[in-house]
Nanobody
Framework: QVQLVESGGGLAQAGGSLRLSCAAS????????MGWFRQAPGKEREFVAHILWIHGSTSYAEFVKGRFTMSRDDAKKTAYLQMNSLKPEDTAVYYC????????????WGQGTQVTVSS
């Protein structure tokens, strides 16, 4: 069982940067995919990025390509989401989650961290 805790959210100005962290505890992560999702008020949760933990390979939603970078530190069992060139529309609660390789559904979620971008 994997437990996740996000941190690093806050307030940024448009064009600024924030870095989110997702610390994992419990199982090793080599057979997992870790994802970042976000949910803005009144909107459905949407996929932002994911990383295949064992390889470090990443995939991004189109609307964050070139602005956000996901990485992980295996020794710390922590993933990061570096968010640059932030836009007001990036305002949302950001969640990290994990799913096993070969499984579609994300089984464990963090509590979320608020990101607010002012114009």
């Amino acid at each position: 069982q994997v437990q996740l805790v996000e941190s690093g959210g806050g307030l940024a100005q448009a064009g600024g940067s924030l870095r989110l962290s997702c610390a994992a505890s419990g199982s090793t992560l080599n057979s997992y995919v870790m994802g970042w999702f976000r949910q803005a008020p009144g909107k459905e949760r949407e996929f932002v990025a994911h990383i295949l933990w064992i390889h470090g390979s990443t995939s991004y939603a189109e609307f964050v390509k070139g602005r956000f970078t996901m990485s992980r530190d295996d020794a710390k069992k922590t993933a990061y989401l570096q968010m640059n060139s932030l836009k007001p529309e990036d305002t949302a609660v950001y969640y990290c989650a994990v799913r096993r390789l070969g499984v579609t559904a994300y089984a464990a979620w963090g509590q979320g961290t608020q990101v607010t971008v002012s114009s």
